[in-house]
């Protein structure tokens, strides 16, 4: 658990070892966002028809310079795809990142609790059967319905968070039982579905980038320019939080109202990519347990972190994905849940030796 001391800001913010520990972390968000740059910019230039780097750079600088074929591959078709990883990493990690905070659990994400499931099975639902559950927004029925089923999963988990004797192991065991039962119904619909309804859903299950357009691109990287400073403005209280519910209740921190709050925008957060471009796993597990190594549990520091580590995972499995089979695009699902499952399991062992 952490310390108290670990949280507090030293009286005199002058001295110089807090200087450099805030240098320090502005140093390191500063190296996370050079190598996301270098990771989309390296995502751009592979392909069926690979380009240096040199070229891709100087086309993204100053595409009026470039060849016209140049241009069309690197912002109509491959771009888009290195800002869908670069976003969808993103808001899945703030996604887990929060989740791991208000439940106190580091295995807590959208993921292993059961709300990408949840997602998956609501954009299934307008896929296969046509079904909006909002009637009034059918042009947007597949990203609708994933947000009403992710908070539907996201509700059932705030309620069973707030019952007396309930331990975060209780919570874990709900997620995954959610899982399971999302992932029945999902496949369900599956059995019943038309071939090109099943080979729809089976792709994009797999996790997939290859249908970013801009327009998606965008509406991905609204919601978490919208979400990220909700949460930038209750920093403070999410860092308490990570004291223990009572200490921040002392603080004068409302507990279950931020647990809600946090919960609804942790739903959108992984809702809007699920319904894109399918399940992709384990991003919101490691990208924030890597920022909190390199940079602690205040939010200040923490949050962005937690963005960039997702953002850089997911572009940097893209670029894998290309890289494994030369012409050919991996389901990038695939390989996040291959580098994702060892550790997980390393983090269930050390979380069993160790308080978190």
């Known amino acids: 658990m952490t310390s108290l001391a670990d949280l507090q800001v030293p009286a005199e913010t002058g001295h110089h070892p807090y200087r450099r520990l805030v240098l320090r972390r502005i140093l390191i968000l500063a190296g996370l966002s050079l190598l996301l740059a270098l990771s989309v910019a390296v995502d751009v230039s592979l392909g069926p028809a690979r380009y240096a780097l040199g070229e891709v750079v100087a086309t993204l600088l100053q595409p009026a310079q470039a060849e016209a074929q140049m241009r069309m591959v690197v912002w109509e078709i491959r771009m888009p795809m290195a800002l869908m990883a670069v976003t969808v990493g993103a808001c899945l990690s703030l996604a887990g990142a929060q989740m791991q905070t208000i439940l106190a659990n580091p295995l807590a994400s959208p993921f ?37 089923m992710a908070m539907v999963a996201a509700l059932l988990i705030f309620a069973l968070s ?51 357009t801009w327009t998606k691109v965008a509406v991905t990287a609204l919601i978490l320019v919208i979400v990220t400073p909700l949460f930038a403005r209750r920093a403070w209280a999410l860092t308490a939080i990570r004291l223990g519910e009572t200490r921040a209740a002392a603080m004068g921190v409302p507990v279950r109202r931020l647990r809600l709050e946090t919960l609804v925008l942790v739903s959108a957060l992984a809702a809007v990519p699920v319904s894109f471009v399918g399940t992709i796993g384990f991003i919101g597990i490691v990208g924030p347990h890597i920022a909190r190594l390199l940079l602690g549990e205040d939010q200040r520091f923490f949050l962005p972190g937690s963005i960039l580590a997702g953002a850089l995972i997911l572009s940097a499995t893209s670029v894998l994905s290309k890289a494994i089979l030369p012409g050919a695009v991996l389901p990038i699902g695939i390989i996040t849940a291959l580098v994702g499952v060892p550790f997980f399991a390393t983090l269930i062992f050390t979380h069993g030796r160790r308080q978190w």
């Open 112 to 148: 292993t609790l059961g709300i990408s499931a949840a997602a998956s099975f609501g954009a299934a639902l307008a896929m296969v059967l046509g079904v909006a559950l909002v009637p009034t927004a059918l042009a947007l029925m597949v990203p609708i319905n994933a947000f009403a």
């Open 162 to 212: 707030t019952m007396r004797g309930v331990t975060v192991e209780t919570i874990v065991l709900l997620g995954i039982a959610l899982v399971f039962t999302f992932n029945a119904l999902l496949a369900l619909l599956q059995y019943f579905a038309s071939e090109q309804a099943l080979a729809a859903v089976v792709f994009w299950t797999m996790g997939s980038l290859t249908k970013a």
